[in-house]
């Protein structure tokens, strides 16, 4: 792993056209009206090459938890240099556990890791805004396109500790009919050597 390449800063201190966007320590309703505050300490990246040499767990990129498509802010958010939430570093780990448990290669969606509050989908409501959520599209051969896959992966992945929440298989708000969504709440990561005061 090459986890001291990461450089991690404190949003508060970015430039103001990244605070718009990324909104560091700001409140943010969820879907339910309840309030938290949107991670406020990021790791600066500053190309894909660096983002695919990062290795957050042994079987994992961080290029992999932040790959998103043109529904991404443009043109800032999608160019380099790239912020992503400290707390990504903990999804890898549950994605890594999950990986050994099912003995078989785990793939990440598109805009099923990482996006910026300004992203188009679900905008700051998004537990994705956290750098805690993944949507798992394959594990090994299996596509999780249904509830029978879904269901079972899901039942997996929620073993590996109450920390873990698994949406069901469903049509509704809250539910996933087409990927395996797992995430670790509404975390943030306050790296080593940064104070919390404003």
Same mark, same amino acid.
Not at 1 to 25: F, Q, S, T
Not at 83 to 104: K, Q, S, T
């Given at each position: 792993?090459?986890?001291?390449?990461?450089?991690?800063?404190?949003?508060?201190?970015?430039? $103001?056209?990244?605070?718009?966007?990324?909104?560091?320590?700001?409140? $943010?309703?969820?879907? =339910?009206?309840?309030?938290? =505050?949107?991670?406020?300490?990021?790791?600066?990246? =500053?190309?894909?090459?660096?983002?695919? %040499?990062?290795?957050?767990? +042994?079987? &994992?990129?961080?290029?992999?938890?932040?790959?998103?498509?043109?529904? $991404?802010?443009?043109?800032?958010?999608?160019?380099?240099?790239?912020?992503?939430?400290?707390?990504?570093?903990?999804?890898?780990?549950?994605?890594?556990?999950?990986?050994?448990?099912? %003995?078989?290669?785990? &793939?990440?969606?598109?805009?099923?890791?990482?996006?910026? +509050?300004?992203?188009?989908?679900?905008?700051? !409501?998004?537990?994705?805004?956290?750098?805690?959520?993944?949507?798992?599209?394959?594990?090994?051969?299996?596509?999780?396109?249904?509830? !029978?896959?879904?269901? !079972?992966?899901?039942?997996?992945?929620?073993?590996?500790? +109450?920390?873990?929440?698994?949406?069901? &298989?469903?049509?509704?708000?809250?539910?996933?009919? %087409?990927?395996?969504?797992? %995430?670790?709440?509404?975390?943030?990561?306050?790296?080593?050597?940064?104070?919390?005061?404003?």
């Amino acid at each position: 792993m090459i986890a001291h390449r990461l450089r991690a800063v404190d949003g508060l201190n970015l430039p $103001e056209e990244y605070r718009l966007l990324l909104r560091p320590g700001e409140a $943010e309703n969820d879907f =339910h009206g309840r309030v938290h =505050h949107l991670p406020r300490f990021f790791y600066e990246i =500053h190309s894909w090459q660096e983002a695919h %040499d990062i290795r957050l767990a +042994p079987h &994992f990129t961080l290029a992999e938890l932040m790959l998103v498509d043109c529904r $991404e802010a443009r043109p800032l958010l999608s160019q380099f240099p790239h912020y992503v939430p400290c707390a990504i570093g903990l999804l890898a780990i549950v994605l890594e556990n999950l990986r050994r448990e099912v %003995d078989a290669p785990v &793939f990440i969606s598109a805009n099923g890791g990482y996006r910026s +509050p300004a992203h188009h989908i679900g905008r700051g !409501k998004s537990i994705h805004c956290w750098g805690t959520a993944a949507n798992i599209y394959r594990i090994g051969d299996s596509f999780l396109s249904d509830a !029978k896959s879904i269901e !079972k992966y899901g039942t997996i992945a929620a073993s590996l500790g +109450p920390v873990i929440f698994v949406r069901r &298989f469903g049509f509704g708000r809250g539910e996933t009919d %087409d990927h395996l969504h797992i %995430d670790l709440g509404f975390a943030r990561l306050t790296p080593c050597g940064f104070s919390e005061a404003s």
